[in-house]
């Protein structure tokens, strides 16, 4: 359980979060929509323990948490293996073992065996995102924090790592916390939505939701989505 | 280019010195540039008669020696400087002074204070590389990326891990570069300091070979100096280099 409760937090330029309320239940993927600026990625750093709150509380009582940012984040000078297992070395994990762990998950994520020993630069960018997913769900996460991980992508390596994604939270039972601007994306993977109004950000939207691949259901979805008041006034209205 | 078509057009280019050097010998005469092949002699009689290795000996040491500490010195202070901004602040104009300063006035001053031997040629490459390497180290520790230190921390990482996978990479990718700089300064900054001095090493029997106007000779140690330069930096820095992208 992921739990803020009152958090306030301001970088001197206006509140962020004026005692902000949001909960994470255990295996459960919740995307967290709204614009770009209104503390989204804040929201990720502050449950990643990266910030601390002015007031209030911030309670990660989950056993392991990963992250996943807006940029690959890899070391230029490590290999995709070693990138993929940094995680495991940060918990102690002997370099043979973390190696055969990291390579078995890239493999599964589509790596060829060639492509194991490439450094970051020899890379694609979808091929550096599969990386830093890879390096994230590698510690066996129960909860994964995501920022925007996918938002420098083409349509379709987004759509490919999306899949990716529902895949290992569905497979693993990891809790995410998914940010996105897009209203497709957290339609196709969510289990639940939220909507964050702009600064200080308040969720003005709670919605269940039941992931779908389908993109017919996934138009009709976030037409009728966006129809809603809070929505459409939180991310569309200026 | 392949490795193979890199190393044989390296060898022409060194044909092509030889070539020139030759040609310029014919031109000139052998009192302005003697011919390769006597210099070549030269060399050979250098090294079996055993004169060779003393004077190596002693360059090597004032050489490797003067770079060693300076290296340490320059290196301690940088990285020192690069964590403490204060210190940082205080060490850059100073650095700055002292690399403004012309290696020849160093050997001037180093002559002064340490007489013709000894200590002189080594104090004179420790002041030419410190401030070259306290430059490098400083530079690897500021330009560290925010971004990869906080992807380690959200991952938990633990000091070693850090200093070991994130801050000695991006370390080394400044200082290795200063380190062969300051190491290539170190050989001409030793022999010019010893040919001012008159004593010992290869600039001694290179000021003793231009006192007797011997030019073959006089090239002879200018070419052992360079082989003694490059068997250093292959032996020591290249696997230096090649192991610095490796660790993770």
Redesign the interface.
Known sequence: MLVFDGVTLDFGDGPVFDRFDLAVAPGRLVALLGRSGCGKTTSLRLAAGLVAPASGRVENRFRRTAMVFQEPRLLPWADATDNAAFGLAALGVGREARRARAGDLLTGFGFAPADLGKRPAELSGGMQSRVAIARAFAVEPDLVLMDEPFAALDVGLRRELQDLVRDAVERRGSAVLFVTHDVTEAIRLADRILVLSARPARVVLDAEATPTADPAAIHAAAATFLALPAARGALLER | MNAAARLAWGAAGLAGLAVAWEAGHRALGPLVLPAPAETAATLTTLILSGKAGPALAVTAADALGGWLAGAMLGAALGIAGGLLPPLGAALRPVTIVILGVPPIAWVVLALLWFGPAGLSAGFTVLVTVLPIVFAGAFQGILARDP??G?????????PL?KLR??IV?QLL?HLLPALATALAFAWKVAVMAEVLGGGTGIGGEIATARAHLDLAMTLAWVMLAVALLLACDAALLSPVRRR?????
């Open positions: 971004a990869l906080e992807m380690a921390r959200a991952f938990g990482a633990p891990l996978a994130l990479p990718d610095a992208r490796g660790v993770a």
